[in-house]
């Protein structure tokens, strides 16, 4: 953000505001993480503020400091409609398209009347926002977060709670650190949170390391359904909504299963399709190496969007279409990926 829109947010947050923190639909650890250290270090001002999910997220991030007071819009709409139209300032976090909140959260925000402010490092943002602190190159939305309390001066004011919630943020989004947008500055930030208090072991083991016996048996599935496509060095893994029941899949449960068919030996692009019969879609995650970018594969083709190298979409094709649709598309990035 520019100096003079620094000063113009320190001024706004001078005076006791109602505000909602907005997270995009599906959260993730990131999405979870950024919104709750907002939310903790804007109380310490005396703001009124308010966490307002789309919707629900998986077990593994609902330990986070300060977690039960999140309202999710889905289920808790009344309250949630309430807030955001008496708003005076709205933040909205690791999303840059109104969009990605759901088509009914994305109509009451975009008729609040609340000034918008704008924290993500997703690519292409919607100009939306009054204020926007936008960067594609950083690793996470909770890196941008500690870097706009350092940018108001208030680095002091970074709680053990604040150091967890940024923490949970910057690992998952950088796949716990090894991801190219993993900088020095990115590890001088973790520095600075294990010494604001951020126990990074225990976190790990919050967010990783406690599975239950049928998530454990759905990856086991997932691989099974692994696909390997070798002359476009491609994997990919599939999941109806069958196997899902099966296992009786929750929320969370395929987190970074897609990353076990990109970590095949010579593999540059890999893909999960995961049925919905619900919503009527196949979700699909996408993950490449190098310089594929999956963020334009899946704009062009699978209505989504994200990261050069990590990116979603969805196909109201079937799963077997959806499938096919994708293993046709692979000629045009053969240059790519061989």
Known sequence: MKTEEIKAVKALLSEVKKIVIIPHRNPDGDAIGSTLALMHYLNQYNHEVRVIAPNDYPDFLKWMPGESSVLKF????????????????????????????????????????????????HQAPDDYATYMYSDAKMSSTGEMVYNFIEMLDDTDKITVDIATCIYVGIMTDTGS???????????????????????????HNQVYDTNSYDRLQLLGRALQNLKVIPEYNTAYIT????????????????EAVVNYALSIHKTILAAIFIENTQEGIIKISLRSKGDLSVNEMSRAHFNGGGHTNAAGGRSALSLEATVEKFIAILPEYKSQLV
């Open 74 to 121: 889905e289920t808790e709409r009344e309250v949630s409609e309430k807030l955001i139209a008496e708003a005076d300032i709205m933040f909205t976090l690791d999303f840059n398209a109104l969009h990605r909140t759901g088509k009914d959260m994305a109509e009451v925000l975009a008729a609040s009347q609340s000034l918008k402010i704008m924290i993500d490092h």
């Open 177 to 203: 650190f090894r991801f190219r947008s993993t900088t020095s500055r990115t590890h001088q930030v973790i520095s600075n949170l294990i010494e604001k208090g951020a126990d990074n072991t225990e976190i």
């Open 239 to 254: 999941l109806s909504q069958t196997e899902l029941d099966e296992f009786n899949y929750k929320k969370g449960d395929t």
